[in-house]
């Protein structure tokens, strides 16, 4: 049986965020199955070996993904809890009705040409590209990486152009709040927001995520739609957001990924692919509960008790069940591997980051189509941008779940409207011009 340490190991705060994978290596010590804490008080038990996340994953009989009763025991004003509190949406349903609530979204995803979503994830970069390319300086978070899933969300879920400022805002004040009332004000004009498009909708459908909900066979209430989307929203923009700006932070500090930049042999998705395995946007989560106490791994753990799944620990797990090293083979364990100078790269093949089982990503493609053609964007038009900090000395956000900078500073040669050869300004109205219309329909 496992061995833990009488204190459970916090998975927030500053040394967490700096060094994640020097907390994984101590908490292996002790097991594939590891106490922590991910707030002030808040226990829980990490799943840190590849085999035991996949068992975990796969096993629907031994667990449930419903927290309905660990969250009695939760602190209302828990800042966790929202993260985790039961929703009538895919994520916290099993059997039948994550079934049912899971095929309206991967049944409408589907009827999103990838040639379209390619078009409006250009369109949207250049947008984005044209707020700070006469600068010479960006912050590729705040003004890239983290506005750029929302202008395509307001656009996918069939908002007016118009308000996908209000969205970016939004989100960033639910994000970004210090304080318990900025947090709530935030909250409070994201549900207005959500209102205003599910009644948008209701008077008029189009060819938009959010009539293909209202209509799918599988008959969502109206609590449902508004669920799926907000659902859809928040897990599509935070592992997006941080799949971007973790892949750019790369190939901008290490030499065999900045060579991209320049045609280099190394690709934006080969620093995608080296994110997803060594450094996974959402690093720890998949939360689940045993029905009843059980045994995993050679650790007992209560029925009801939160077990979150590390895809980051898993992924780097030294010699993992995959036949690929992990973090300690290829970079030490407190240097995620595919880091170092002259590291191959990754072919994304067997990692957990799109998580495994009934529950993984049910709209991986689309998130990595984005992901990529975001970098190549942003590459082709800033040729010689580069990092004004070293990545060292980057600040990551601290929290027990995600993998995800603040801030990711740059700069580059200024771009001129006027100046000659495809800028910001010219490339969008290009692929508009040549774009073929959307081959979309509604569900059957």
Known sequence: MSYHALEPVPLYGPDFAADPHAVYAKLRQGGPVAKVEIAPGLPAFLVLSYQAALDLLRDTDTWSKNPSVW????????????MLQYRPNVLFND?????????????????????????????????????????????????????????????????????????????????????????????????????????????????????????????????????????????????????????????????????????????????????????????????????????????????????????????????????????????????????????????GGSHLAWSAGPHACPVKQPALLIAVTAIERLANQLCDIQLTVPRAELEWRAGPFHRALAHLPASFTPLTPDQAGVTPWTSSSRTRRHATSPATAGPA
Not at 97 to 104: D, I
Not at 168 to 176: D, L
Not at 261 to 266: E, K
């Open 71 to 82: 969250q009695e025991t939760v602190p209302k004003d828990s800042p966790i809890l929202p």
């Open 95 to 347: 059997g039948a009705e994550h079934a049912r609530l899971r095929s309206v979204i991967t049944d409408s995803f589907s009827l999103i040409e990838p040639h379209d979503l390619r078009r409006r994830t250009i369109e949207a970069s250049d947008m984005l590209l044209r707020n700070f390319a006469e600068r010479g300086t960006v912050d590729l978070v705040t003004e890239y990486a983290r506005p750029l899933p929302l202008v395509l969300f307001n656009a996918l879920f069939g908002m007016p152009d118009h308000h996908s400022p209000q969205l970016i805002r939004t989100i960033a004040g639910m994000m970004e709040a210090t304080e318990p009332d900025e947090a709530i004000a935030a909250g409070a004009e994201f549900e207005q927001y959500v209102l205003e498009l599910v009644t948008l909708k209701s008077e008029k459908r189009g060819p938009d995520l959010t009539s293909w909900f209202m209509d799918h066979p599988a008959g969502l209430s109206l609590e449902e739609v508004i669920h799926q989307i907000v659902l859809t929203m928040a897990a599509g923009h935070e592992p997006t957001t941080n799949l971007t700006s973790n892949a750019l932070s790369r190939m901008l500090s290490n030499p065999d990924y900045y060579s991209t930049l320049s045609g280099g042999a190394l690709t934006p998705r080969d620093a995608v692919n080296d994110v997803l395995r060594n450094e996974p946007p959402m690093a720890n989560y998949s939360a689940h509960y045993p029905r009843h106490n059980v045994r995993f791994h050679g650790t007992w753990i209560h029925a009801n008790q939160l077990v979150l799944v590390s895809y980051a620990a898993a992924n780097t797990e030294p010699q993992t069940g995959t036949g690929l090293p992990g973090a300690a083979a290829l970079g030490g364990p407190h240097e995620p591997a595919g880091m170092r100078t002259g590291a191959a790269p990754s072919d």
